[in-house]
């Protein structure tokens, strides 16, 4: 069975500085997604960032950006001049086809704390 | 488009009873997953209803159980509640066109107190 580990349970970062966030899976699959999801207190999940598997290149979105390591199955997120709005629970989630389904695995999330 | 929905917002249960969740997907997204989220556990996968079947199931007991209808909406039901089911029960749908690739859109979430 995959799964999806972030070793780090709560985070903080002071304003404009630069975080990373871990994660860590398991599988033996090939071909798969990778996804950070944000979760603000009290408001809805939404995809921060994803990575393709076979794409070597990591993904950027704005001042987010990843660092995946494909054969150390490692895809950490690096958020970049943090803002108080950064401020939410980050879950890592797996997206691999399995028995011709899709199916996700999340993370148990990383509570990060952006300090003014 | 509007985002995915759930109702109630909010529910609060005694053990032993029964409840339904309800989720109305986004227009013309097929999938739709629920999954249970609880301090320290993250999200657990309870159930993914494509086209109104179920195509993969979490590790749940059979108390919980849900299904989809002909406009994608689903419902998720937990039977004879117990205090362990106070959550957050969240609803995502897809649009499911890889079998691969699913970016999932989340709803708000049916916060579940149990007493």
């Known amino acids: 069975a995959q799964t999806v580990t972030q070793s780090q349970p709560e985070m903080s970062v002071q304003e404009a500085e630069t975080v990373t966030l871990s994660c860590t899976y398991d599988t033996s699959e090939s071909n798969y997604y990778l996804f950070w999801y944000k979760q603000p207190p009290s408001r809805q999940m939404i995809l921060v960032i994803r990575?393709?598997?076979?794409?070597?290149q990591n993904a950027t979105e704005n001042r987010f950006s990843v660092n995946f390591q494909k054969a150390a199955k490692s895809f950490s997120l690096k958020i970049s001049d943090s803002q108080l709005g950064d401020t939410a629970m980050y879950f890592c989630?797996?997206?691999?086809?399995?028995?011709?389904?899709?199916?996700?695995?999340f993370g148990t999330g990383t509570k990060l704390q952006v300090i003014p | 488009k509007a985002g995915v929905t759930q109702t109630p917002r909010y529910l609060i249960k005694t053990r032993g009873q029964q409840v339904t969740l309800s989720c109305s997907p986004i227009s013309g997204h097929r999938s739709v997953s629920w999954y249970q989220q609880t301090p320290g556990q993250g999200l657990q996968f309870l159930f993914e209803y494509f086209s109104e079947t179920q195509r993969n199931k979490g590790n749940f007991p059979g108390r919980f159980s849900g299904r989809q209808f002909s406009n994608s909406r689903s419902e998720m039901n937990v039977s004879t509640l117990e205090l362990g089911d106070s959550a957050l029960y969240l609803c995502?749908?897809?649009?499911?066109?890889?079998?691969?690739?699913?970016?999932?859109?989340f709803g708000p979430g049916t916060r579940l107190t149990v007493l």
């Open positions: 989630a797996f997206n691999h086809n399995s028995g011709g389904y899709q199916k996700v695995t």
């Open positions: 995502a749908s897809s649009l499911a066109f890889s079998p691969t690739y699913n970016e999932q859109f």
């Open positions: 990575q393709e598997a076979y794409k070597q």
